[in-house]
């Protein structure tokens, strides 16, 4: 068997009840949701089980949520023995990653992506900025729409998630021009997200720059095992570059395709996404269909992808 990265969701995988039986069963996911609640003075456990859906959907609430359930899944995984070569996470999930991969201790991450999500929130005023989902167009077309609509103001690619799932970010009126002509351009799909700012823009500058202030109030390790970011699709293991490249993501586009096809190039032959949903494991067997790919949003889940990692072993 070749080598198995871990990979970690990012926002919009959040739901109420997410972490909930890591929680009840595992000692060390516990543990977890206590620090975390304790880091931030919220009960992370309440959010996380009880919600309500839109306090949970807040982007200043989702992203530490969502931290947490993955985390508790990486404990969780641990607690089975199973070894990981590589690390990845898709936007937030970088974060998670990070922890995964000793960059970060994770007290010091869930605080940081909370300031995140509050810089990216209040970076650009509600109602001004959106996201759409492209579906069944190649990037270089999404482009091309992009520039022709950027006369009512800002619209760029946020997400290249995998061939012919494109999103955009930007102004709203230059986002739902675009859609309009992703449409008259054959794409299948064309459809706002419901999202509450433009990430992965050149809007999202502002958070950027206040982000670069928390990061250096914060200490980060080399890396014990390699991640491939968001921003380029390179290997980072110096803890040097983590801060610019987690700087940079926030304004660039989460290449997940590049950064999926990295991983397999380096010999990774297994992922397994860690946390809530399976919307990574999705994209990855369109991007790879020739890897396993596993995740585990539970422990059921949990038990029948370390049962298929250890037939493969």
């Known amino acids: 068997m070749g080598a198995i990265a871990l990979v970690f969701p990012g926002q919009g995988s959040q739901r109420v009840g997410m972490g909930r039986d890591f929680w009840a069963q595992l000692p060390e996911a516990r543990q977890l949701f206590e620090k975390g609640s304790e880091s931030l003075g919220i009960d992370l456990a309440r959010l996380c089980f009880e919600g309500p859906d839109d306090l949970l959907t807040l982007t200043a609430n989702a992203q ?11 404990a969780a995984l641990q607690c089975e023995g199973i070894k990981h070569d590589y690390v990845a996470g898709h936007s937030l999930g970088e974060y998670s990653a990070l922890v995964a991969a000793g960059g970060l201790t994770f007290e010091d991450a869930i605080r940081i992506v909370r300031k995140r999500g509050e810089f990216m929130q209040e970076a650009v005023i ?3 900025g959106t996201m759409a989902a492209v579906l069944g167009l190649d990037k270089d077309s999404v482009y091309a729409v992009c520039v022709e609509a950027a006369h009512l103001g800002v619209v760029e690619i946020a997400n290249l998630n995998c061939p012919g799932q494109v999103v955009i970010a930007g102004e709203t009126a ?4 675009a859609i309009e002509m992703a449409k008259e351009r054959g794409a299948k799909r064309a459809v706002r997200l419901q999202v509450s700012a433009p990430f992965h823009c050149s809007l999202m500058r502002p958070a950027a720059e206040r982000l670069a202030g928390a990061l250096r109030t914060i200490p980060i390790a080399d890396l014990l095992v390699p991640l491939v970011n968001n921003v380029d699709a390179e290997i980072l293991t110096n803890k040097e570059a983590i801060p610019e490249s987690l700087v940079r993501q926030v304004t660039s586009p989460v290449r997940w395709e590049d950064v999926v096809r990295r991983l397999v190039k380096e010999g990774v ?4 996404e860690l946390g809530p949903g399976k919307v990574l494991t999705g994209l990855i067997k369109r991007i790879a269909p020739a890897t396993t790919a596993l995740y585990a949003e539970d422990l059921g889940s949990l038990r029948t992808a370390v049962n298929q990692l250890k037939a493969l072993l």
């Open 269 to 272: 032959t297994c992922f397994l």
């Open 174 to 177: 230059a986002v739902d021009r």
């Open 126 to 128: 509600p109602g001004a």
């Open 64 to 74: 530490p949520a969502i931290m947490a359930v993955s985390m508790a899944a990486f």
